[in-house]
Each structure stands twice: as structure tokens, then as C-alpha cells.
């Protein structure tokens, strides 16, 4: 989002986002939340919380390929968990496949997921769960930036899914 973008979701001035930015200006707790808001995340997801044992501070976002991935769980050997967001981008797809298991949950935009010889077009609410062993690839569709939940278990580690009618 550029400063416009915040300025706009939020009714703070640009000038005083950048003060914020910069760390010339100390936010209120009004502005923290109208942030929080825009951003769509947590307040403590703001500011810098005493807890080190939070995961939610210790764990932070990283760049893979052009996205944003903020890993959601901290056991490198069980299962993961991570918010990717996909920026707006028209690229040929390049499937590829591992060991493991996928869910993916769309949670905005509308992401494009090759699976095999299926193209799809996921949207908001929608899930795809699959074996990564069948060549595979996900990413925009080219017309917004798309947000998901991933998980992905290593070989043999499967979710146990339980619904009631």
C-alpha cells in the first residue's frame, strides 16, 4: 500500500504517516487502531510487545520469490503455517513438485492454483487441498493481490479433519 492508499483507508495525513514511518512522530492508540484496522492485523502485530514468547512478534514476514510470507507456526520439522500475500502480477506459470501435503484457504482476491493438468480460479471462503507430489503452482490471477493460509505438512503428516452434518 502506498501512503495515499493508508492515508485514504485510514483518514490519517500522509504527512504524518511518513512522520510515523520514519519514527519522527510517536502513534496514539487512535492511530495504532486505525492502522491495525487498514492493515487488517492485530494491534500487538504494531507495536513491539514485551512477550518474547509470543510467536506471533517472534516470527517474522520474509520476500520468497516476490511474496510476502509470514510464517504462522515455529516447528521447522512439523506442521507449517504461513499468510502469503500475492501481489497483482501476470507470470507463466511454473508447477512444480515435492513431498508433502498442501491446504491452501483463500482469504482475498481471487488466486489461480495449476494443479496437474486443472487450472483453477479460487475465491475468497474457497479450498484447495492436494498432494505435492502432482507438479503444481499457485499465484495471482493478474487482477488484485490475493491473501492466503497455507499449511503444509512433510510426508506422512496429514490433518484429521472431523464435521458434523
Known amino acids: 500500500m502506498t501512503l495515499t492508499d493508508v492515508a485514504n483507508a485510514t483518514g490519517i ?33 504494531l507495536v513491539a ?63 489461480r492454483l495449476v494443479l496437474g493438468d486443472q487450472d483453477w480460479i479460487l475465491e475468497p471462503g474457497e479450498i484447495a487441498e492436494f498432494d505435492t507430489k502432482v507438479r503444481h503452482w499457485f499465484g495471482s490471477t493478474g487482477a488484485e493481490t490475493v491473501e492466503i493460509l497455507s499449511i503444509f505438512g512433510r510426508p506422512g503428516e496429514r490433518m484429521t479433519v472431523r464435521t458434523t452434518g
Open 49 to 111: 510487545a514485551p512477550n518474547e514468547g509470543d510467536p506471533r512478534v517472534q516470527l517474522k514476514p520474509g520476500r520468497v520469490k516476490g511474496r510476502t510470507v509470514i510464517p504462522l507456526t515455529r516447528q521447522p520439522d512439523g506442521m507449517q503455517a504461513w499468510k502469503i500475500v500475492i501481489p497483482t502480477s501476470k507470470v507463466d506459470p511454473e508447477p512444480r513438485a515435492h513431498d508433502g501435503y498442501e491446504w491452501i484457504y483463500v482469504l482475498s482476491g481471487h488466486m
Open 13 to 45: 495525513s500522509k504527512s504524518t504517516l511518513s512522520r510515523l514511518e520514519t519514527g519522527q512522530r510517536r502513534p496514539t492508540l487512535e492511530l495504532l487502531l486505525a492502522l491495525s484496522h487498514a492493515y487488517r492485523v492485530p494491534l500487538d502485530a
